[in-house]
C-alpha cells in the first residue's frame, strides 16, 4: 500500500503537493483550510502513549509560500518508533520550508523511548523528502528539533538531521539519559551554500556510537555548528578533523 501522510502547510499551490509521490493523505490542513491558501501554517500537536511511523509513513509540517510552517510537537508517554523507507522517502518525522522564503517550523519530541530504525528519519531542511521530487529548496530558515527522552537509538543507517540553504537556526539539541547509535546512523546539521551551519547540543549520561555512525556539522561558504557533548560516559567514538571509517564527531566547513 502507499505511504500515509499527516501533515499541516502553507502552499500557494494544490494541497496534494505537499507529500511526495504515491502518499496517501491522512489529513491535510493549510493557511487558509482551503487548497489554495497561503497564510501560516497550523502547528501540528500530537499527544498519545505511543506513536508508530512505518512503512514510508511520515507526520510533517511545511510551507511552499513565503509564509512560515507551524510548529510540530509530539508527546506519547511510552514510545515513539519511527522505521524504514520506500523509493519515495523515509519514515519519519519532518518540517520543511521548500519553495517559498517562509521558515521552517520547529519538531519537539517528548518521550520516554525513541527509536529510528531501519533508515528512519527526523529532519529539518530545505529540500523536498524524496530525490524524486521535481520541487525546489526553499529559501527560508529550516526550523530546530528537541528531543526530550529517557533513552534515544538510532540504527541502520536512520538520520537525525537538519539541513539549511538559509537563517540561522537548523539547530539539533538532544536532552537523555542514553543515546545509541549503531550502523551507519547519524546525527548531521549541514548547511549548504552561504547559510552558518546549525549548532548541536547533546546532554546525556551515556553516549554510544559504533559501526561508522557519526556526529557531524557541516557547512560550505560559511562556518560550521559548534558540536557540544556532556556526556558522562562516551564510548566507540571520538572527536576528528574528517570523516572515517570509524565512528566520528566532526564539525567542518569550506571556508
Known amino acids: 500500500s502507499d505511504p500515509s501522510l499527516l501533515a499541516t502547510s502553507s502552499q500557494t499551490g494544490p494541497s496534494d503537493s505537499l507529500g511526495r509521490p504515491g502518499t496517501t493523505p491522512l489529513l491535510i490542513l493549510d493557511g487558509q483550510g482551503s487548497p489554495t491558501g497561503s497564510g501560516r501554517s497550523g502547528a501540528a500537536t500530537i499527544n498519545a502513549r505511543n506513536v508508530v511511523v512505518t512503512e514510508g509513513g511520515q507526520i510533517t509540517t511545511g510551507t511552499n509560500s513565503n509564509n512560515a510552517a507551524g510548529h510540530l510537537t509530539i508527546t506519547a508517554t511510552n514510545s515513539v518508533e519511527l522505521s524504514g523507507q520506500t523509493s519515495d522517502g523515509r519514515s519519519g518525522i519532518l518540517s520543511g520550508a521548500r519553495e517559498g522564503s517562509g521558515a521552517g517550523g520547529d519538531i519537539t519530541v517528548t518521550t520516554p523511548l525513541l527509536s529510528l530504525l531501519n533508515g528512519a528519519t527526523i529532519n529539518t531542511s530545505n529540500f523536498p523528502s ?23 537509538i538510532v540504527k541502520d543507517g536512520s538520520v537525525i538531521t537538519a539541513d539549511t540553504v538559509a537563517g540561522d537556526r537548523a539547530n539539533i539539541t538532544i536532552q537523555t539519559e542514553d543515546i545509541i547509535l549503531r550502523n551507519n546512523s547519524r546525527i548531521t546539521t549541514n548547511a549548504t551554500g552561504s547559510a552558518a551551519g546549525g549548532n548541536i547540543n547533546i546532554q546525556a549520561d551515556a553516549l554510544i556510537a559504533l559501526e561508522n555512525s557519526d556526529i557531524t556539522a557541516n557547512a560550505e561558504d560559511n562556518f560550521g555548528g559548534r558540536i557540544t557533548i556532556n556526556a558522562g560516559t562516551i564510548l566507540g567514538t571520538a572527536y576528528r578533523e574528517q570523516l572515517t571509517d570509524e565512528s566520528d564527531i566532526t564539525a567542518t566547513s569550506a571556508l
Open 130 to 152: 524524496s530525490s524524486n521530487s521535481s520541487r525546489n529548496q526553499g529559501t527560508g530558515s529550516a526550523g530546530n528539533i528537541t528531543l526530550n527522552t529517557q533513552s534515544t
